[in-house]
């Protein structure tokens, strides 16, 4: 069964530097996501990315964060100056075109733990 | 308010046991609405897609009340392994952001 992939599944870096998480999205997907979970809170929308730019995003998505789709398989996040309370763990899901369908069934990768110390 | 409630839980039931959670939303342009578990530090993962009619996928019923804003789901013979926090999940029309609830969490005991 095809799935998301994420890579490193732990990052830890200090404070200022900047860090690039990796997600390799189901081949067919066309819409790709990344979502952030603060330890013991919900899951929480950043951004989403079609056809070569964002679609959308959240007031959470400043412009600290940027993402990419470099090649045809990855798909980037981009943290420039980290801080404490970006500690999190954050997802990167993908989802197919649907048409005449209202239902957007995303998928998630196991994800990546980020640690600002 | 929030945008998606849950109660927090948690849900203590035997195995075998059948249990039920609901999950209320806001935002009256909600279109789309989903069910995904969450294990501990795992990622959420779909469980079922929830419509208009209602839909069962084995053990699992999933219902939809638009008046109300209410979405539930009903576990049957609750096994050991559907122990997790259960996530109620909306999209809003026009949009592909989903917009999560804070879970239910449920513990099978034998």
Redesign the interface.
Known sequence: EPEVTQTPSHQVTQMGQEVILRCVPISNHL?F?W?RQILG?????LV?FYNNEI??K?EIFDDQFSVERPDGSNFTLKIRSTKLEDSA?Y?C?S?EPTVGD??????????TRLTVT | RKEVEQDPGPFNVPEGATVAFNCTYSNSASQSFFWYRQDCRKEPKLLMSVYSSGNEDGRFTAQLNRASQYISLLIRDSKLSDSATYLCVVITTGRRALTFGSGTRLQVQP
């Open positions: 819409y996501y979502y809170q919900k899951v929480e929308f989403s679609s959308e959240s763990m997802f899901a989802s209202s239902l957007y069934e995303q998928y998630f990768g196991p994800g």
